[in-house]
């Protein structure tokens, strides 16, 4: 890698997070290869309008983001992005596209700073880099957060080094020349495409003085709805994933697994039989069952299932529901504010374990040889992934390569790499590569699931003025053993004393927020050990506290004889949480008229810096299949980068409410979810889903960047809760509303 070349910089108002100063560099090429990287803190400005990383303020909050945000800070330009000679531009992006949008947003900005037609820009999912060590998590909505500046300025460099090269190519000054199409253009109107200049441009001896990325206000395409450049490959089929890999010797695997979450194998008593079943390959007994390859999934599967396994005890064997819900509510921390002298509202809720249930079930391929292993599998904590499949395997970290593929859904559930982990045992005990895939039937029951909890409020108030708002929250233990990317978080989560817990805790604080002045508010998490298999599922612990949270709310209204829209307005904090409110007051047409058996409900949110209302129309005529009818949601996200992109994601969590509220749980029996489909886990399906759905993104306010991934979910549970509330006059306590177990459970 060449010496630096240049110093981008973007002025900015002092004490914001996420200002940066850069170091660009040459990657030794053929072609333009830009290599962005952050300047250290004491590194004085080498330009006026140069800025440095800080701290926020006393007076900001920080979140989650935040805290992703200043971990990624020494790692968080190490961006590549190569120009090629057809004249396109290629970024290596180190997160992983599920379905989100970010290659479509970060191809934007490569776009936008380049004066490049959006169609030639190709983002790339790097594969595992140890050398960004936190920086390739992809969670906490952090991504655009995190990368806007950086990809900016990487992208400001590549054209800049563009207009130099031709600039000395035609002996004129740099400053006479400008950009537009992917070409340089001249004022006499010469032009030169960025192919022909990507070889001059990559010379070390260029020089092109300070950059400074485009004003924002100059934007024509960043803050535009755009749509994903992925869509077309997705609905037609051609989108590569993990299983449509051709990798040569890789044949298809599937894993018996036991009865009961972690048990384990202790005799397979059939396997001469099995063995001798048409197309089977192989047999392994693995940490977590038995693996059967074949010649096709559909032997593989047959071959799995006709195993006769003798099985040794899980980890909550005894477990059901009801006894899941019981230790939880021992597990709720008292209140501390007793309800003397004053009015009070007090309301105690349950939600039910959910599975993450993304259309691709759990998969990976894996090549491992005596030597080394190459794994690819859709992940977003992939570093620590390549850490901990070295680490098992005896393998040095550098004899692993992971590759990142694009995943079919996520919603937190691919932040563990079980199935990577998985492919990588089977492939060593059978010494050939496999192509793993996990049965819809695995995925719900043995993936991992948000976690169930309960949830008990107190609030206090007297003269129309809240004077105390408690939260008490019991969940079962949420598993954050993937840390925060690397192998150093992922350790210290798994620790016995003060881990797992620290991490909960630390992002329990850190997305918790209360958006109202409601006197002295307490938010308080307590986890109960059980080993589940759970992870983050999309919005964490937001979704069902603040859930909660918005319930309680317009209970409070109802009591006080105020509206819950005029009692929100009245006691929000921030200006940009009541601008939702009202535009989607506006929007939604709040208090009209409704029929019998018809309700409106609304709910606000604000989280990563970010902000949201919800207002829904529910049909619940029949109280045991109740309907949205209509939404209509507003969000400010501060800086749109894509706003079809940010709708995209709203109507996401808004689909994860109506389902996780209304149907959609799992069953817990003997240590296993009974649910083992999604005929059986009640996912909304489109007769479920509003068809008139309105959601409008604000103008861009502020400086931030906001998160959108996961804002969209808790309001929109609020908001169905409460309008099922004023439909039936029932207060909803235990979610999914509608649960039973309406099925016949699949063999164990």
């Not at 906001?706 to 804002?711: C, F, I, N, Q, V």
């Not at 029932?730 to 509608?738: A, G, L, Y």
Request: proline residues 7%; aromatic residues 6%.
């Amino acid at each position: 890698m060449a010496s630096p070349t240049t110093e981008p910089a973007e002025p900015a108002e002092a004490g914001k997070v996420g200002r940066r100063r850069f170091l660009t560099y040459l990657v030794a090429a053929p072609t333009l290869t830009v290599a962005t990287k952050l300047t250290a803190d004491a590194v004085a400005p080498a330009t006026a309008d140069a800025v440095v990383p800080t701290l926020p303020q006393p007076a900001e909050i920080l979140d989650l983001g935040d805290v992703l945000t200043l971990s990624c800070a020494p790692t968080a330009g190490m961006l590549v992005l190569e120009m090629t000679s057809d004249g396109r531009a290629r970024l290596q992006l180190p997160r992983a596209e599920v379905g989100q949008g970010i290659t479509t947003a970060t191809a934007m900005l490569v776009a936008e700073e380049l004066d490049l037609p959006l169609d030639r820009v190709d983002v790339v999912l790097s594969d595992a880099r140890t050398e960004l060590l936190f920086n390739q998590l992809t969670g906490g909505s952090n991504t655009m957060r995190s990368l806007y500046d950086p990809v900016r300025a990487t992208a400001a460099t590549a054209r800049a080094r563009m207009v130099a090269a031709a600039a000395a190519q035609w002996g004129t000054d740099a400053t006479r020349l400008s950009t537009r199409d992917g070409a340089v253009w001249a004022p006499d109107g010469r032009s030169a495409g960025y192919g022909v200049l990507a070889g001059p441009a990559s010379r070390t001896d260029l020089t092109t003085g300070a950059i400074v990325p485009k004003a924002e206000s100059a934007h024509t395409l960043v803050g535009t709805p755009t749509s994903r450049k992925d869509a077309r490959a997705m609905v037609t089929g051609k989108q590569v994933y993990t299983l449509d890999l051709d990798i040569p010797g890789a044949n298809p695997v599937m894993v018996r697994r036991p009865p009961s979450i972690n048990g384990t194998v202790e005799k397979v008593n059939n396997e001469a039989a099995v063995r001798a079943m048409p197309g089977i390959i192989d047999i392994a007994v693995v940490p977590t069952g038995v693996a059967v390859m074949a010649e096709t999934f559909g032997q593989a599967l047959d071959g799995k299932n006709a195993l006769d396994v003798t099985w040794g005890p899980g980890t909550v064997d005894g477990e059901d529901n009801e006894s899941i819900k019981k230790k939880l509510r021992g597990a709720a921390l008292p209140f501390v504010v007793p309800p003397l002298l004053t009015q009070y509202v007090d309301g105690e809720f349950d939600f039910a374990f959910a599975s993450h249930a993304p259309m691709e079930s759990n998969s990976a391929v894996a090549d491992v040889r005596e030597d080394s292993a190459t794994i690819w599998a859709g992940l977003k904590s992939p570093i620590v992934a390549k850490q901990t499949i070295a680490q098992e395997l005896g393998l040095p970290e550098n004899k692993v390569t992971v590759h990142v593929q694009q995943g079919g859904g996520s919603f937190g559930r691919r932040l563990f790499f079980d199935a990577a982990l998985e492919a990588a045992h089977i492939s060593k005990a059978m010494k050939k590569p496999v192509r793993l895939m996990w049965s819809r039937i695995d995925d719900m029951r043995h993936g991992r699931a948000r976690a169930a909890s309960f949830h008990r409020i107190r609030a206090t108030f007297a003269l129309g003025q809240v004077l105390t708002f408690e939260h008490r929250v019991a969940s079962v233990e949420t598993d954050w053993s993937h840390g925060l990317g690397e192998i150093l978080t992922a350790f210290a989560a798994k620790l016995p004393v003060g881990g797992n817990l620290s991490f909960a805790q630390t992002v329990f604080l850190l997305t918790i927020k209360s958006p109202y002045n409601f006197g002295v508010t307490t938010q308080l998490l307590n986890e109960v050990p059980l080993k589940f298999h759970t992870s983050a599922w999309r919005s964490v612990y937001s979704a069902n506290t603040r859930g909660a949270e918005e319930i309680m709310v317009d209970e409070i209204a109802k009591k006080l004889g105020k509206d819950p829209v005029a009692f929100r307005r009245e006691f929000i904090k921030e200006e940009r949480q009541r601008a939702v409110l009202d535009k989607v007051a506006e929007l939604g047409e709040w208090g009209k008229a409704m029929p019998a058996g018809f309700a409106q409900g609304i709910a606000v949110h604000g989280e990563y810096k970010s902000y949201t209302a919800c207002l829904v129309e529910l049909d619940a005529r029949d109280p045991k299949h109740p309907r949205v009818t209509k939404a209509t949601i507003a969000v400010d996200v501060g800086k749109p980068v894509n706003p079809r992109g940010i709708q995209a994601q709203m109507l996401g969590g808004l689909t994860d409410a109506i389902s996780t509220t209304l149907t959609a749980g799992l069953h817990i029996d003997k240590g296993l979810p009974l649910e083992g489909s999604y005929s059986q886990f009640h996912y909304a399906r489109q007769k479920n889903s509003p068809k008139d759905v309105t959601v409008h993104v604000m103008p861009a306010t502020g400086d931030d960047i906001g998160g959108a991934g996961e804002l969209g979910l808790p309001a929109p549970v609020g908001a169905i809760a409460n309008a099922y509330a004023r439909a039936t006059g029932i207060k909803p306590r235990s979610f999914p509303i509608t649960f039973p177990v309406d099925f016949d459970p699949f063999p164990r």
